[in-house]
């Protein structure tokens, strides 16, 4: 039965993710924005929603170490796995947008925040209003920045339909549900597979746990990719490594301050600060291609390895 879920929920994803791309592409025609701000915000903070909802919980549950290396995991999948199977099977992705000169501190400075609020270690309620604040800081600034031109990225059979706010909403209420819904499903089905197969809790809240919430971020940027959408692709995740940090730990933070075991996590954060510069380094050598993918996917292999030792 699991394994029938297992599919099903897949199944669930795929579609919930081309309504997503799709209904994205409506707004971004309609509003005249950039596939990479829609990508950054709208798709970024809906994928984002399976972290948010388990880290506030943890954090409401006063499981703080959950809710912390949630969001960390996340990151490093969203980077590591996500970007490098979007890198890995992209044929020719050339942004329009100069990702490193406009977004590189994005990728780097919440990440930086992070760092400097552990040290004593604990994510207050005041440091979560930081982040908050960075949040709304990275929804002005991608609208004030973007100035790209829409040639070339407007699909004309949508350019002929009318646009329908309630069609719309609809239809991204469907495809939210369905791959946040199927993400859940995957994560459960595939924990009772892996229990079978006497895989240790250990292993299956590391891995299955992270990476279930980084299903829809995953599936949306393939989607997307497939589609020709490479900037939407990429703004996906680095939005959702924004709202991860900034809505996730800092509402998480203010519902309970949480505390960091900097002894016992050194390993998985300094894969996150790894995985985070190596995407520096693509963006600013723009290698949006199996090289970046290769750099990407061995960072991952390490993380995966050293967790199974």
Do not use: C
Not at 106 to 126: C, S
Not at 152 to 165: H, N, P, V, Y
Request: aromatic letters at 12%.
């Amino acid at each position: 039965m699991d394994f029938i879920i297992f599919f099903v929920a897949m199944g669930a994803l795929i579609y919930g993710a081309d309504f997503i791309i799709k209904e994205s592409e409506r707004i971004a025609l309609h509003f005249k924005i950039s596939h990479f701000v829609i990508g950054a915000t709208l798709v970024a903070f809906g994928t984002s929603l399976p972290e948010m909802a388990a880290s506030m919980m943890a954090s409401a549950n006063g499981k703080s170490d959950m809710a912390v290396a949630n969001v960390v995991g996340s990151v490093i999948f969203n980077i590591t796995l996500v970007l490098g199977i979007v890198f890995f099977i992209a044929k020719d992705m050339k942004p329009k947008r100069d990702l490193f000169a406009l977004d590189s501190a994005w990728v780097i400075v919440p990440m930086i925040l992070f760092f400097v609020m552990i040290q004593d270690g604990e994510i207050g309620r005041v440091d979560g209003m930081l982040y908050l604040l960075l949040m709304a800081s990275y929804i002005f600034f991608l609208f004030s920045s973007s100035k790209e031109d829409l040639e070339g990225e407007i699909d004309e059979d949508l350019a002929s339909e009318k646009f329908d706010w309630a069609r719309t909403i609809g239809f991204l209420a469907i495809g939210f549900t369905l791959t946040i819904g199927g993400a859940s499903f995957v994560v459960d089905s595939g924990t009772n597979i892996a229990r079978v197969f006497g895989v240790s809790e250990w292993i299956i809240g590391i891995f299955l746990i992270s990476l279930g919430t980084s299903l829809p971020e995953l599936i949306v940027s393939i989607v997307a990719i497939k589609k020709g959408n490479a900037e939407m692709s990429i703004g996906n995740i680095i939005g959702s490594n924004v709202a991860n940090f900034s809505m996730v730990l800092g509402g998480a933070s203010l519902i309970s301050p949480l505390s960091v075991n900097l002894a016992d996590t050194q390993f998985d954060m300094i894969t996150m600060l790894v995985a985070s510069v190596t995407l520096l380094f693509i963006l600013a050598n723009k290698l949006y291609n199996k090289a970046g993918a290769i750099f990407l996917l061995i960072i991952l292999a390490l993380f995966v390895q050293n967790a199974l030792i």
